[in-house]
């Protein structure tokens, strides 16, 4: 099989210079990159000026990511005469290679999101949970007068525990209560989550960071985030945890071919059913001020980023009220801080079917820009 070429040395000078400390040489010695360090130059293939001989770097090793910054390597037979520079971050993928990377690390949305809920769905949860998690799912209290209780130790538990006492009556609907549609909610997330990320190669961190949380809607909000703007069309992607244990917090977005800006979640539970406070206009457009403007030491100028909200369970009319607060919030916290490219609330929903004990699954996502945001806003927002 014939070498794809990605670079032709056109003279004296390398190919490429990296920020590495090493160098990478032709086997008849002459120099192809300087500064090389093999995270940088992903599967190029660069052909020697001195000799016309083809070497080819390694391709990304198995479980690692590529630099938050890429750029992507056509095959070429131009010859460059002068070096291409390669700045700390970026990584230089050649086509057939980000091709590979793109499948491996992009979410995988499922082709059906509807579920029908049985004691099988329940029984492939607990199954998906042991062998992703280990171990069992932990037990929580239970209370006949209060079906929420039970939810903030384990929400994925909490949600198992009550549809097994559900699932086989008679006259059990998947929207026939509060609880019942919450636990629902939960488990066709939980579900939906495995199937959109488990090929990763971070699955296991996120899967750690949701974990513990309990699986709620919060802790799967950050990844709905991530694969919502990915349908949409934007480029994201998550950064190698340097931490131990590994968790995954933030992800990054592409604003353009080399740059992008970190998104962060925020928790928007002060008025989450059903512990939640009582919420009107008023409180909610104060509240949306509040938690943006705390959000500050993480989003600025020198760190911009986008702020996604999750409100997690919540009633009828909630979501549309929270997002008349964040028009009304957004522009006033925006002018302050003008390192913030949006704010948008990311929501875990799901939808009745005719049949009542099979519901559609999906996310809300909906961005209020920062009309005094420094840089470009490229974030699409249509498929």
């Known amino acids: 099989m014939t070498a794809e070429v990605h670079f032709v040395q056109g003279g004296e000078a390398p190919a490429l210079v990296g920020s590495g400390l090493g160098t990478l040489a032709c086997d008849c010695g002459n120099v192809l990159i300087e500064g090389f360090q093999a995270s940088q130059f992903l599967a190029l293939g660069i052909q020697c000026a001195r000799c016309g001989a083809v070497t080819t770097t390694e391709p990304l090793p198995e479980g690692k990511l590529p630099a938050p910054g890429l750029s992507v390597a056509e095959v070429s037979a131009e010859p460059r005469v002068r070096a291409m520079k390669v700045p700390d971050g970026v990584a230089v993928v050649g086509r057939t290679e980000m091709d590979r990377l793109g499948t491996l690390l992009r979410p995988n949305t499922p082709p059906d999101t509807t579920y029908q809920v049985s004691h099988a769905l329940l029984d492939e949860a607990v199954a998906a949970y042991e062998r992703h998690v280990g171990g069992a799912l932990p037990a929580v209290p239970a209370d006949p007068d209060d079906g929420f209780v039970g ?68 802790s799967l909000a950050l990844f ?31 604003v353009g071919q080399t740059e992008a800006v970190r998104v962060h979640q925020a928790v928007f539970d002060r008025f989450e059913y059903p512990y939640g406070r009582p919420w009107d206009a008023a409180a909610l457009r104060a509240t949306v001020a509040e938690t943006v403007s705390a959000a500050q030491g993480r989003i600025n100028l020198r760190h911009p980023g986008l702020l996604l909200l999750s409100p997690g369970l919540a009633l009828l009319g909630f979501d549309e009220a929270l997002i008349a607060a964040m028009k009304d919030a957004v522009p006033a916290v925006g002018r302050k801080n003008r390192g913030l490219m949006a704010v948008a609330l990311i929501a875990l929903r799901i939808q009745p079917m005719p049949d009542p004990h099979t519901v559609r699954f999906g996310y809300m996502l909906y961005p209020v820009g920062n009309r005094h945001y420094s840089g470009n806003n490229p974030i699409q927002v249509v498929a």
């Open 151 to 218: 939810i903030r130790e384990h929400a994925l538990a909490w949600a198992i525990r009550h549809l097994r006492g559900r699932v086989g009556e008679e006259s059990w609907r998947c929207m026939e209560t509060a609880p019942t549609s919450g636990a629902v909610t939960h488990l066709t997330g939980f579900l939906h989550f495995v199937a959109t990320w488990a090929r990763h190669p971070l699955f296991p961190a996120m899967a750690a960071t949701a974990n513990e949380q309990g699986f709620s809607l919060h």
């Open 224 to 254: 709905a985030g991530a694969h919502t703007l990915a349908m949409l069309n934007n480029r994201t992607g998550f950064r190698e945890p340097i931490e131990y244990p590994a968790r995954i917090e933030t992800f990054d977005m592409a």
